[in-house]
C-alpha cells in the first residue's frame, strides 16, 4: 500500500487532524505505528 | 427474546451506533492503513465519572460486554490489542506519569479539559477526582507509547492539553485524529439546550449527539430491523434540506463509509431503484427533491439493519454478556 494510500484510509471521515503534516511523518518513518481509542464503559464514548 | 430486547433497550450501558460504528469503522482503516491499535477500556475513567454509581464491579461488567461488541463487529483479539485501565494503572511509573503531568496544567485548563458529554460546564458541581481525568487521559497515550490518538471531536481539549504537556515534559507530542459526532434521530431541533462547550457549534453539536437518555433517538447495536425501521420512520428529515438532516448525516457517515455505491431500492410506480456511487450525488439528488423522505428513511434502516446483522448473529451464539448486563441492573 502507498504513502497516499495509507494516508487516505487514516484521515478519511474525520473532522480534524492535529497536525496533518506530522501525521504524514509518523506514516513515513513507521510501518507499524501505535494508536488508540478510550471507551468509557457506559456507552458514552470515550474516555 | 423480544421481552429481552425490550428490557435491554431501557439499560444504561449499551453500545449505540455513534461508538460501535463510527469508531468501528475508524479503527478498521487504521488496522488497514498498518496501524497496532489498541482499545482501551476505560475502568478508572468510567468511575471517575460516576458511571454506573462508581461502582468497579459493575463498569467491568460493562467493559467485557464493550469488548464483545467490537469483537462482533469484527475487531478480534488478532486484530487489536484490548487494554484496561486498570492494568495500566498498576504499572509501578502511572501516577507518577499523571503527577508530573499535572503539574504542567492549571486547574482551571484541567476543568475545561473535563470530558464534557452530557454534563453542563459548571464548576462548583465538579468533583476533584475529575481533575485526574484529563492528566490520566495525558499519562494513558504517554504510558502506551502512542503516536496517535483517536477520538470524537469532544475530546479535542483533552487531546491539546496531552501535547502540550508531553511537549514541556519532553516526551514527544502524539497525533490527535478527531471523529465527528453522530447526530441522534431527532436532529439538532430535538437536542437539549444544554452547554457543553464555548464554542456555540460544537456544543451543539455535542448536544445533539446520540443521547443514551433518549432511547427513541438512538439505534443500538441491538436493535432489530424492526425496531430500526420504526425508530427512522419517526425520525427528523425535512424534505430537500441536507443540514442538520442526521439521515443524509448517517448516509455520509454510515452508509458511504461501508460501500461504494449505494441503492435506494423503491417501488416501481414511485420510479423504481435509484443507485448513487457517491454520496456528493445522493445529497444533490435529495436536494432537487429526486428522494423523497420516506424513501431515505426507509432505505437508511434496511441499510443500517444489514450492516449490523453480524452483531445480532453474534449475540445470539454468545447471550452470556448481555445476560451479564442484564444482572447488573438486579443487583
Known amino acids: ?47 | 427474546m423480544l421481552r429481552k430486547a425490550a428490557l435491554l433497550a431501557q439499560l444504561p450501558g449499551m453500545m449505540h451506533i455513534g461508538t460501535g460504528l463510527v469508531c468501528g469503522t475508524k479503527i478498521k482503516d487504521m488496522i488497514q492503513a498498518g496501524f497496532h491499535f489498541i482499545i482501551f477500556l476505560a475502568d478508572w475513567h468510567s468511575m471517575i465519572n460516576n458511571k454506573f454509581g462508581g461502582d468497579m464491579e459493575k463498569i467491568e461488567t460493562a467493559g467485557e460486554y464493550y469488548k464483545h461488541c467490537f469483537t462482533a463487529l469484527g475487531l478480534t483479539e488478532d486484530k487489536v490489542e484490548y487494554i484496561w485501565a486498570s492494568e495500566l494503572a498498576s504499572k509501578p511509573n502511572y501516577w507518577e506519569r499523571v503527577i508530573r503531568i499535572a503539574k504542567t496544567i492549571t486547574a482551571q485548563r484541567a476543568v475545561r479539559a473535563l470530558p464534557i458529554m452530557g454534563r453542563d460546564m459548571k464548576t462548583q458541581d465538579v468533583e476533584t477526582a475529575s481533575l485526574f481525568y484529563p492528566c490520566m487521559q495525558a499519562a494513558d497515550i504517554f504510558e502506551m507509547n502512542l503516536d496517535v490518538a483517536c477520538a470524537g471531536i469532544d475530546q479535542r481539549k483533552a487531546h491539546v492539553l496531552a501535547r502540550e504537556a508531553g511537549e514541556k515534559l519532553g516526551w514527544g507530542k502524539p497525533v490527535a485524529l478527531h471523529t465527528p459526532m453522530l447526530m441522534g434521530l431527532a436532529g439538532v431541533q430535538g437536542s437539549d439546550k444544554g452547554s457543553y462547550d464555548e464554542d456555540s457549534k460544537l456544543s451543539s453539536v455535542i448536544a445533539s449527539k446520540m443521547s443514551k437518555s433518549k432511547p427513541e433517538n438512538t439505534i443500538l447495536l441491538h436493535d432489530s430491523p424492526q425496531l430500526i425501521e420504526e425508530k427512522f420512520r419517526k425520525a427528523y428529515c425535512p424534505p430537500t434540506i441536507v443540514e442538520g438532516n442526521p439521515i443524509i448525516e448517517y448516509y455520509r457517515l454510515l452508509a458511504f463509509h461501508e460501500n461504494e455505491t449505494v441503492v435506494l431500492r423503491r417501488d416501481q410506480k414511485y420510479g423504481g431503484d435509484m443507485k448513487f456511487s457517491s454520496f456528493s450525488q445522493l445529497e444533490e439528488a435529495y436536494k432537487a427533491e429526486k428522494i423523497h423522505p420516506q424513501d431515505l428513511k426507509a432505505n437508511m434502516a434496511r441499510i443500517l439493519a444489514d450492516i449490523l446483522r453480524g452483531v445480532r448473529d453474534y449475540f445470539d451464539k454468545h447471550p452470556e454478556p448481555l445476560e451479564q448486563m442484564l444482572k447488573i441492573e438486579a443487583r
Open chain 1, 1 to 47: 500500500m502507498s504513502q497516499e494510500q495509507r494516508l487516505e484510509l487514516v484521515t478519511r471521515g474525520t473532522v480534524e487532524i492535529i497536525q496533518p503534516a506530522e501525521l504524514e511523518r509518523v506514516l513515513e518513518e513507521k510501518k507499524k505505528p501505535r494508536a488508540y481509542w478510550g471507551f468509557e464503559c457506559s456507552g458514552k464514548q470515550p474516555s
